[in-house]
């Protein structure tokens, strides 16, 4: 079946370093690709998307770009402030697929130290 | 506005007494969903709905009920609570059933 997976965390940074997150994919058919931000105590938020094989999503200084021939969607920030503390899931969607939902990642705590 | 809101944010009950958390989005939204988080598990689906009085089940939709009989309201009922349902606990609305969707605050439980 469809499934994310991604790196487990936490993940500590110093602030201005650089910051990535793996995500690698399985799906059936065409996905759309997403990572959502949970700020501590708050609910998701979308952070960016892509719809299509080598669509690079971006916000907020993030970027993901989707690799259809890797089945990737690596969160990429390239000087992190300690604001950016936070759970990082990916996710996916396949349209007309047979169920209706996000499939979620564990999510990637990251916690950026002054 | 445009959001999603669920009530109660925090609820502590015991086993067997039955409880409701309601949900509710401004947006006009044709589908709905509930999702529990637990650690290392990430989010799963519970239930959904792809429109007033269409409902389905997700992947975890045992000791769950839900109801859509206003497009904008989709309340969660545990009619017996039990302990293995303590979790955190998120509303989300979409103008479509795949793709981007709009997250509530999320619900605390736990059952004693």
């Known amino acids: 079946g469809d499934s994310v997976t991604q790196m487990e965390g936490p993940v500590t940074l110093s602030e201005e370093a650089f910051l990535t997150i793996n995500c690698t994919y399985t799906a059936t058919g065409y996905p759309s690709l997403f990572w959502y931000v949970q700020y501590p105590g708050e609910g998701l938020q979308l952070l960016l998307k892509?719809?299509?094989?080598?669509d690079k999503g971006s916000n907020k200084g993030f970027e993901a770009t989707y690799r259809k021939e890797t089945t990737s969607f690596h969160l990429e920030k390239g000087s992190v402030q300690v604001s950016d503390s936070a759970v990082y899931f990916c996710a996916l969607s396949v349209p007309g697929g047979a169920t209706n939902k996000l499939i979620f990642g564990t999510g990637t705590l990251l916690a950026v130290q002054p | 506005e445009a959001q999603v809101t669920q009530n109660p944010r925090y609820l502590i009950t015991v086993t067997g007494k039955k409880l409701t958390v309601t949900c509710s989005q401004n947006m006009n939204h044709e589908y709905m969903s509930w999702y529990r988080q637990d650690p290392g598990l990430g989010l799963r689906q519970i239930y959904y709905?792809?429109?007033?009085?269409?409902?389905d089940k997700g992947d975890v939709p045992e000791g769950y009920k839900v109801s859509r009989k206003e497009k904008r309201n989709f309340p969660l009922i545990l009619e017996s609570p039990s302990p293995n349902q303590t979790s955190l606990y998120f509303c989300?609305?979409?103008?479509?059933?795949?793709?981007?969707?709009?997250f509530g605050p999320g619900t605390r439980l736990t059952v004693l």
């Open positions: 989300a609305s979409s103008p479509q059933g795949f793709g981007e969707q709009f």
């Open positions: 892509a719809t299509k094989a080598d």
């Open positions: 709905s792809m429109n007033v009085e269409v409902t």
